[in-house]
């Protein structure tokens, strides 16, 4: 701080006329009051930049200044002074003592702390060699306790080893006694629980204790299967099983009443025992499966009655359709096919009535009629994957077969309802190899046919020209007969078990209609060329007649190329209003963004992109890259024009007319906008921004300096529609806004000044 006397020299000098008496008593004065001065709320305020003289001589110039009667007032702003000066030392001091107690008041808790903390340092202490001797002395307990403990863990595993043998022998002994007492249900239910417990061993490591139980079940399973199959053999032939011929021959073994309960009585007992061996069945018998190529659905054996049924009708199948037989024909295969559809009609009803209700009886989900058709299915596919090999290069051959297996495939589902997802031919026919060549017979004979159908005389002419109800669209024959075709081909290849193979056939079907669509097209050409010939040679047409009918080529498909178009102009808006729901989305954060307390351009060191935009606009980048690249350039063009036409009404409408905008955020929108979402369009035209006319022209306005913007308001005020207004609108850079909308905006400036008003 300066001296005293240096501070009032300044005020000194400016008053020279005044008695040397009250120029030194001015200069006392001002003495004694420094320190309040300083201390003054004024003075804080105008000493910040640390320049007191200034501020002292200014203040004794504003007091007093060259009127000799203000010297009345220094009397008065002494008394001031000094009063301030008592209140801040009196502040100081209050302080002053406070301090010492609180520190003093922290010490003392700081060393209680520490007490405390030692005292529970030693406890800690103590307490660990505490712990440390008993350990030591329970070591040797704990060694020969956990000795203990294994050997009785050990004596345990032998105990449930034991204990296992035991229930095993146990199980055994119960079904030699029932066997003895020919009590074979109670046998067939204790060989049910053994195959259960040999299930739930599977996970032991005891292989002697797996291979024990193992072998035990496969005993009894073998003796009781053996026993009731031949049982259940005897009744089934005394129903004449298996019906050949015809369904009536079912009734033939059930003519005399008397012997028909007893029959069907011993048939649902027999079925029943033998469903119960079924669990331990599978235990060894694995169901026979094709190569892995063929890729069946995975599924369960049929269940053993059904095989014991099915038995008669596979050695039927394989002694006719396997070897040398007369009826073992590579060219015939419809044969087989009909014998198996034969055979599953003839059993039908058996099934149904008789073995169905056992099933239902027993509480089994099984399906009789299924299981049984799912056993003669598995006979065909096996003889197609054997015969197909054979036939595969002969055309004529292998088209007769998938012909025979897609009618068999038909009848199978819808006549004796076998579901799509059991095992089926088609699979069969969807081995790569057998699938490839199906491909390459069916584009054959289609391109024939479409070949045919062209060159027939009627190709041209209407099926149903004498039908006026039908012929409206009057559609020529090889039209109908080509679509006739296409949905022939979809009606083949329908049932495919995957959709990879079906995507494989619409592929091709995409083929002939591209095909048909050249071929109509040289069809065209070569009549054109004709008439071209025949009216110069006639010499009946000038050179401008013959130039027009060489362009007869740009109208024939005028009406597919509207059908396109349209098609085109649905599929891009689409895409518009697909990326433009993405870009709404990325837009939430940016709508919400508090443009009312932004702080001003002047009050940033550097403007910088509002971090509520980057996932507005990292999107938008993103998915004019992506459509740049999948897009032509036509296309892609008509798509980025309809896109910011959207993006400049939402932005204008949803961010800018629904928010105010002090200058601080009137600034940031118009920096992104013009900085950031402008040239992000500039690389697919020269001035991006004129595409976005109304959001760039409402960052004008809300960016408009105070003055401009008081004119203009003035302006749109006294001459509403009046070419004043639209001049003083073009003259700030404003033509695609109205002036309504241009008074909108003005009233979303927070940043006027204050009239008073």
Not at 490 to 502: G, H, I, Q
Not at 640 to 659: F, G, H, R, T
Request: charged letters at 25%; aromatic letters at 8%; one cysteine or more.
């Amino acid at each position: 701080m300066l001296p005293a006397g240096q501070i009032g020299e300044g005020p000194a000098t400016s008053c020279r006329s005044e008695s040397g008496d009250e120029r030194k008593n001015v200069e006392e004065k001002s003495d004694i009051n420094i320190a309040a001065l300083v201390g003054n709320e004024q003075v804080s305020e105008g000493t910040d930049n640390g320049d007191l003289p200034s501020y002292v001589s200014s203040f004794i110039e504003k007091e007093v200044g060259n009127d000799f009667k203000s010297l009345k007032k220094l009397d008065k702003l002494i008394e001031q002074m000094t009063e301030s000066k008592m209140q801040l030392e009196e502040q100081v001091l209050t302080i002053s003592s406070e301090i010492p107690k609180r520190i003093q008041n922290a010490l003392k808790n700081a060393e209680e702390s520490k007490q405390f903390l030692n005292q529970f340092l030693e406890k800690e202490t103590h307490l660990f060699g505490s712990i440390n001797n008993h350990l030591q002395t329970a070591q040797p307990w704990m060694e020969d306790l956990g000795a203990m403990i294994n050997q009785i863990h050990e004596i345990e595993r032998h105990l449930a080893y034991l204990t296992w043998i035991s229930q095993i022998e146990e199980l055994s002994d119960n079904i030699q006694q029932y066997l003895m007492t020919n009590n074979v249900p109670e046998a067939a239910s204790t060989l049910v629980s053994m195959a259960e417990l040999d299930i739930k061993l599977q996970e032991s490591s005891c292989t002697h204790l797996l291979s024990f139980m193992r072998a035990t079940v496969k005993f009894w399973h073998k003796i009781l299967k053996d026993k009731l199959t031949s049982d259940f053999e005897e009744v089934l032939a005394q129903l004449h099983w298996p019906f050949i011929t015809s369904p009536q021959s079912q009734t033939v073994g059930l003519s005399r009443p008397a012997s028909a309960p007893e029959i069907h009585s011993n048939l649902e007992t027999l079925f029943c025992q033998l469903l119960k061996l079924q669990t331990s069945d599978e235990l060894f018998t694995e169901p026979e499966q094709l190569p892995e190529k063929y890729s069946l659905p995975a599924s369960s054996s049929v269940i053993l009655p059904i095989q014991i049924m099915l038995t008669p009708l596979q050695k039927r199948f394989r002694y006719h359709f396997r070897g040398n037989r007369q009826t073992n024909v590579i060219s015939k295969p419809e044969w087989y096919l009909a014998q198996v559809l034969m055979w599953i009609g003839n059993h039908t009803q058996f099934l149904d009535e008789k073995i169905q209700p056992i099933l239902d009886k027993v509480g089994s989900s099984v399906n009789a009629r299924l299981e049984f058709s799912r056993g003669l299915v598995m006979l065909v596919l096996e003889k197609l994957a054997a015969d197909i090999p054979c036939l595969l290069y002969d055309d004529n051959l292998f088209c007769h077969l998938v012909d025979e297996v897609l009618l068999f495939e038909r009848e199978l589902h819808s006549v004796h309802g076998y579901p799509g997802t059991f095992a089926n031919c088609m699979h069969i026919l969807s081995e790569e190899t057998c699938f490839q060549r199906w491909l390459t017979v069916e584009r054959k004979f289609a391109l024939q046919k479409m070949d045919s159908m062209l060159s027939s005389e009627a190709a041209w002419i209407s099926q149903y020209k004498d039908i006026t109800d039908v012929d409206e669209m009057k559609v020529p024959d090889c039209a109908e007969t080509f679509m006739t075709l296409l949905l022939v081909i979809t009606d083949r290849y329908k049932n495919l078990p995957t959709a990879s193979r079906k995507l494989q056939f619409l592929e091709l079907q995409k083929d002939l209609v591209d095909d048909f669509r050249i071929r109509l097209t040289q069809f065209f050409l070569q009549l054109q060329q004709a008439a071209l010939e025949v009216f110069a040679e006639n010499n009946t047409l000038s050179k401008l007649q013959l130039g027009q009918l060489a362009s007869m080529e740009s109208s024939v498909f005028d009406d597919m190329i509207n059908l396109l178009e349209r098609l085109k102009h649905d599929m891009l808006t689409r895409q518009v209003d697909h990326v433009f729901r993405e870009v709404k989305d990325a837009a939430k954060l940016y709508r919400k963004e508090r443009w009312l307390s932004l702080p001003s351009q002047s009050e940033q060191a550097v403007m910088s992109l509002s971090s509520s935009a980057c996932p507005l606009l990292l999107t938008l980048r993103d998915r004019l890259l992506q459509l740049e690249q999948q897009l032509c350039f036509s296309l892609f063009k008509i798509f980025w024009q309809m896109l910011v036409e959207k993006l400049d009404i939402y932005i204008y409408q949803e961010i800018i007319l629904a928010n105010h905008f002090n200058e601080g955020g009137a600034a940031q929108l118009q920096f992104d906008m013009t900085r950031n979402l402008f040239p992000l369009f500039s690389h697919y035209c020269k001035r991006p921004e004129n595409y976005f006319k109304h959001v760039k022209e409402a960052c004008i306005v809300l960016n408009l300096n105070i003055g401009s913007a008081l004119l203009l308001k003035d302006v749109l005020q006294s001459a509403p529609g009046e070419p004043p207004a639209t001049a003083a609108l073009n003259e700030v850079g404003i033509y695609k806004l109205a002036q309504q909308d241009v008074e909108i905006l003005l009233n979303l400036r927070t940043h006027w000044p204050n009239t008073g008003k």
